[in-house]
């Protein structure tokens, strides 16, 4: 536990609005997005400044005080969520909220990294620009917690993910060294790339206080569709052939199966009339900024090539902006259908696309073995070889305990089928305080061993989000 005099001293470094200690507020932030997890901290701090943010690392380091780095506090495996010793305080990147500048022809953003993700998108729309990262949580994560996860979403399959994304950097190690690397340079060739290491790194490195964005042409021109496939569809081949034809202007290709457009149409309150093919739902989408390309043109053309492959039984083209909007707003809606049944455990896979049906095969005749009762939500960024593969919690079921059940039993099985097929157990989501004990079994020892070295090279005090990812030592256990 934090003696109170500890939290003073930050108090007297950040002013009154800069420290939230007051019991209640406190547990907002001390629960994970899933609620599987509350921690424990006696303060939340909220610089202002990035030197501010240097000031307290200092001070911490001092103090000999633990600290978690938080953003919109969205994400999956307890990252941002304090462990229960109450010795750990919250740094939150709430307050450092601006956009710094929109550079139209370098095609740049500069952000303080508290900014919120969707304040991020319309600055840079505003700018005729888009910041093509996008998720379901965009109204509430924060580009510090997207490069900490080093975010997804669902235009990853053209655009890439977070890291791609990143041009510069602002960021505090865990003595307080500031690094100010905030150019906008597509090009820069002067050893290692530092910005990287931040990404994915979920706080454990320092934390960021800045990021440059790359950005791109805001699209005028997009064409929307949502198919119904045949049973046994070859989804990878479909994907090909679409990706193939449409040249290169395919910007999302999600997998819907019929179960989670249910959960996702029960908790909307104008659900688009569409529904899933005996082999499930594709949502796909092409965009341009080209006013001179007919992309509904093309979208037709590729979806009868679809068509005679005998993949695709029907197909919908939006045909107004808002059609489009009600089809993603269902993709979206997803989680929160699940949350609503009473929740799912999240297996939040990736495999080589080339695997991905014997993925399906392998994995539904394990569910199927274990308890041919459970029903699956299956979905995801197909394009992205990342499938959202989730266990409803039956009816009744205690939330908190069915997850702990199936994730020390089936889980484990399902990872295994991603492991044996060269895939992962974690594609978008991270590894956080949740799924430490399965990078250990998972994770390629060197790879961990260098893991542990980085680690040890930026935090030799061990102080910034201890216990998330990986630790200093070989961990006896991790859970
Ligand atoms: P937080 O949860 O606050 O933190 C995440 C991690 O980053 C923590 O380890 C934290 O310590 C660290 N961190 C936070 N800020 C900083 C900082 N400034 N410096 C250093 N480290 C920091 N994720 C996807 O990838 N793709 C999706 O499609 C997707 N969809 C989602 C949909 C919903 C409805 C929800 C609730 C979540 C979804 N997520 C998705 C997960 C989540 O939104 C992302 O992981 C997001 O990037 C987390 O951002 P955040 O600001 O909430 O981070
Ligand atoms: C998504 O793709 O919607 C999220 O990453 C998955 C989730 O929220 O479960
Ligand atoms: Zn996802």
Redesign the pocket.
Known sequence: MLPSDHVQAFRDLLGGAGVVDDQQRLTTYTTDQRQLFTGSTVAVLKPATTKQVADVVRLAVRLGVGLVPQGGNTSYCGGATPNASGGQAIVSLERMDTIREVDSLSMSISVDAGAILKNVQDAAASAGLLLPLS??AEGSCRIGGNIGTNA???SVVRYGMTRDLLLGIEAVLPDGTIVSDMRKLRKNNTGYDVKQCFVGSEGTLGIVTGAVLRLVPLPVRRATAWLKLAKDAALAELLALVRHESGELLTTFEFISARSIALATGAMANPPSVDAGPGGAILVEFASSSRHLDLDHLMEAVLSEAFESGWVEDAYLAQSGAQRAAMWELRETIPEGEKRWGGSVKH?ISVPLSSIQRFLDVAGEQVRNYDADLELSVY??LGDG?L?YNVLAPQGADRIEFTRLIEGSLSLRLYDTAAVLGGTFS???GVGRFKRHLLEKYGDAGRVAAMRRIKTAFDPENIMNTGAVVSLFEPESVR
């Open positions: 998720l379901g997804g979403g669902l939040d995801g960024h990342n959202h594609a978008e989501h």
